[in-house]
T-cell receptor, first 114, second 114 residues
Framework: AQSVTQLGSHVSVSEGALVLLRCNYSSSVPPYLFWYVQYPNQGLQLLLKYTSAATLVKGINGFEAEFKKSETSFHLTKPSAHMSDAAEYFCAVSYYNQGGKLIFGQGTELSVKP | NAGVTQTPKFQVLKTGQSMTLQCAQDMNHEYMSWYRQDPGMGLRLIHYSVGAGITDQGEVPNGYNVSRSTTEDFPLRLLSAAPSQTSVYFC?????????????FGSGTQLSVL
């Protein structure tokens, strides 16, 4: 079955450090890819999405992600972490042959230390 | 502009009880869906609807019923609650089912089944 895998259920960085959250998908069929963020006790919000245009996608709050077909990856990065970035981050994919349904990864909880 | 509204925010049930989780959106979205979120498992699709009168099963539909009599509302029914249904439930909607469409999420319902 087609799926998406997030490496690392918890990531901890210091304020000002690089944030790198990893996401890999498992299909040779080009997917649409998304990163969503969930702040405590809230629903999910879209950070950014890749829909077969530019491979480097810029999102809100200084986040960006690069689609690498050869590595089947869509890792999320931010050059300098802020305390307010502490949240849970979900990678998600949708495939044409699954009617556009969104499949979520397991989530990565990001902690930011002062 | 309320977006996606879920009620209640919290609910405790006893095994065997029934209840309905309400979801309403005011954005005239065609596509609505229900997810459950469990620790370490990301979000899993329960049921979805591509328009009034049309519903279909997602990844984990057992124990849940849905209906879509209007564009705005998409209630989720638990007919006989079980402890395995203890979870956080999210309703989400988008303009269409087209790949790449952004999902708008409600703030969630935390359900405990004792």
């Amino acid at each position: 079955a087609q799926s998406v895998t997030q490496l690392g259920s918890h990531v901890s960085v210091s304020e000002g450090a690089l944030v790198l959250l990893r996401c890999n998908y498992s299909s040779s069929v080009p997917p649409y890819l998304f990163w969503y963020v969930q702040y405590p006790n809230q629903g999910l919000q879209l950070l950014l999405k890749y829909t077969s245009a530019a491979t480097l996608v810029k999102g809100i709050n200084g986040f960006e992600a690069e689609f690498k077909k050869s590595e089947t990856s869509f890792h999320l990065t931010k050059p300098s972490a802020h305390m307010s970035d502490a949240a849970e981050y979900f990678c998600a994919v949708s495939y044409y042959n699954q009617g556009g349904k969104l499949i979520f990864g397991q989530g990565t909880e990001l902690s930011v230390k002062p | 502009n309320a977006g996606v509204t879920q009620t209640p925010k919290f609910q405790v049930l006893k095994t065997g009880q029934s209840m309905t989780l309400q979801c309403a959106q005011d954005m005239n979205h065609e596509y609505m869906s229900w997810y459950r979120q469990d620790p370490g498992m990301g979000l899993r699709l329960i049921h979805y609807s591509v328009g009034a009168g049309i519903t279909d099963q997602g990844e984990v539909p057992n124990g849940y019923n849905v209906s879509r009599s209007t564009t705005e509302d998409f209630p989720l029914r638990l007919l006989s609650a079980a402890p395995s249904q203890t979870s956080v439930y999210f309703c989400a909607s988008s303009y269409s089912r087209t790949q790449g469409e952004k999902l708008f999420f409600g703030s969630g319902t935390q359900l405990s089944v004792l």
